[in-house]
Antibody, heavy 125, light 112 residues
């Protein structure tokens, strides 16, 4: 079955850029939407954005000015870059597959049906 | 943004007894394609979230039938018919009808 694995530095300095990669195994990155979600310590979930395998993106307006999500279909990976980080960006970062299919009669779930284990990123000098 | 409000914040439950979680959205979650993209996720301690229910009432693959979802428009409910020890965790509702996608604040289910 499809599995996701996040990777990247666990410590980032304030004002620098956080960079994470999600590797998709057991299936193709094609035909799905791929999201990043984060969870600050002891808090709830925040959607950061998604990328479609074709490269189209959609970002949360609250982070849009600082976020870039990209995809490398040849490596079955997608990546997150978050610039100008502060302590408020300290969180567990998850990647997830989204089965979105508006107007599609094939029966998509509209949900995030596969999740990575998450990676903790701390912003500190 | 659509605000998702969950109640209660915490739900202490006796093993074998039912539990119910409410989720209310600040606007209708009916999409122009006729579907309502409201899902429920479970996050066990130390684990990533897991999809339980999608489009209000559809159980995802492998989810026990003691979990059920209901509701319409702006009001939704997740019910656990008989709570088991493995159900301990935080439950989130999530809407994918309108961007940005948003989550409820979470409801913690714990054993009394």
């Amino acid at each position: 079955q499809v599995q996701l694995q996040e990777s990247g530095p666990g410590l980032v300095k304030p004002s620098e850029t956080l960079s994470l990669t999600c590797t998709v195994s057991g299936g193709s990155i094609s035909s799905y939407y791929w999201s990043w979600i984060r969870q600050p310590p002891g808090k709830g979930l925040e959607w950061i954005g998604y990328i479609y395998y074709s490269g189209s993106t959609n970002y949360n307006p609250s982070l849009k000015s600082r976020v870039t999500i990209s995809v490398d279909t040849s490596k079955n990976q997608f990546s997150l870059k978050l610039s100008s980080v502060t302590a408020a960006d300290t969180a567990v970062y998850y990647c997830a597959r989204m089965d979105l299919g508006y107007y599609d009669s094939s029966g998509s779930t509209g949900g995030m049906d596969v999740w990575g284990q998450g990676t903790t990123v701390t912003v500190s000098s | 943004d659509i605000v998702m409000t969950q109640t209660p914040l915490s739900s202490p439950v006796t093993l074998g007894q039912p539990a119910s979680i409410s989720c209310r959205s600040s606007q209708s979650l009916v999409h122009s394609d006729g579907n309502t993209y409201l899902s429920w996720l479970q996050q066990r301690p130390g684990q990533p979230p897991r999809l339980l229910i999608y489009k209000i009432s559809n159980r995802f693959s492998g989810v026990p039938d003691r979990f059920s979802g209901s509701g319409a428009g702006t009001d939704f409910t997740l019910k656990i018919s008989r709570v088991e020890a493995e159900d301990v965790g935080v439950y989130y509702c999530m809407q994918a009808t309108q961007f940005p996608l948003t989550f409820g604040g979470g409801t913690k289910v714990e054993i009394k």
